[in-house]
């Protein structure tokens, strides 16, 4: 079973709109950390933010803002006012804390593109 | 931060060859370090976990004889693709963790990629 899902495969938005990706983890664990990031062209995964899944506040940095919710196991990112520059893959990922390899547990990712 | 880095960042071989993949900690000793294959348009898939000084743990479905990985010091890993073929063709991504005294249990660095095509 799929322990990360990335429902959306492809967005396409105009220039300035918001745009929300959504995750939805699976897991037994109680501790157990969220991921995402960010693949532009370039193939390097660039790290967004990581969650404990202790800390259910909301964060918000710059025009990026991520919304978790355990009690429907899901992990939404958002872009306000989007720009040329988000256009990527972003991928969500699960480590689960009791896996003592703590393998990471990508989706398949959401491949975003913004339109100018 | 802690760095990851992988040489080399683009290769292209002929099939029949074999290609060696480095990755390494540049400011950290890792204790483990893992081996992830992306297909275009995909998600990273595990390939391999290994442990420094102890032989490397394959998922499943991955042939450990053609994807050979040396994990001989706490700063590098390598990936040695055995007779490449062009099905090998795909973009391989390490990560590292630091030994456990040092790092939170989520801590893993990813190095930013090697794209091998084989011809």
């Known amino acids: 079973a799929q322990k990360v899902t990335q429902a959306q495969t492809e967005i396409s938005v105009v220039e300035k709109e918001d745009v929300t990706l959504d995750c939805v983890y699976e897991?037994?664990?109680?501790?157990?950390?969220l991921f995402w990031y960010k693949q532009p062209p370039s193939g390097e995964l660039v790290f967004l933010i990581r969650?404990?899944?202790?800390?259910?506040q909301n964060e918000i940095s710059g025009r990026y803002s991520w919304n978790f919710q355990k009690s429907t196991s899901s992990f939404n990112f958002t872009i306000t006012a989007s720009q040329v520059v988000d256009s990527a893959v972003y991928f969500c990922?699960?480590?689960?804390?009791?896996?003592?390899?703590?393998?990471?547990?990508f989706g398949t990712g959401t491949s975003l593109t913004v339109i100018p | 931060g802690a760095v990851v880095s992988q040489h080399p960042s683009w290769v292209i071989c002929k099939s029949g060859t074999s290609v060696k993949i480095e990755c390494r900690s540049l400011?950290?000793?890792?204790?483990?370090m893992f081996w992830y294959r992306q297909f275009p348009k995909q998600s990273l898939m595990l390939m391999a976990t290994?442990?420094?000084?102890?032989?490397?743990?394959?998922e499943q479905g991955v042939e450990k004889d053609k994807f050979l990985i040396n994990h001989a010091s706490l700063t590098l890993s390598t990936l040695t693709v055995t007779s490449a073929h062009p099905e090998d063709s795909s973009f391989y991504i390490c990560?590292?963790?630091?030994?456990?005294?040092?790092?939170?249990?989520?801590?893993?660095?990813f190095g930013p990629g090697t794209r091998l095509t084989v011809t």
């Open positions: 990560s590292a963790r630091g030994r456990e005294e040092d790092r939170e249990d989520y801590e893993q660095y």
């Open positions: 897991t037994r664990d109680t501790t157990y950390y």
């Open positions: 969650r404990n899944s202790f800390d259910e």
């Open positions: 990922a699960l480590s689960e804390a009791r896996n003592t390899g703590n393998q990471f547990y």
């Open positions: 400011d950290f000793q890792a204790t483990t």
């Open positions: 290994s442990n420094e000084g102890s032989k490397a743990t394959y």
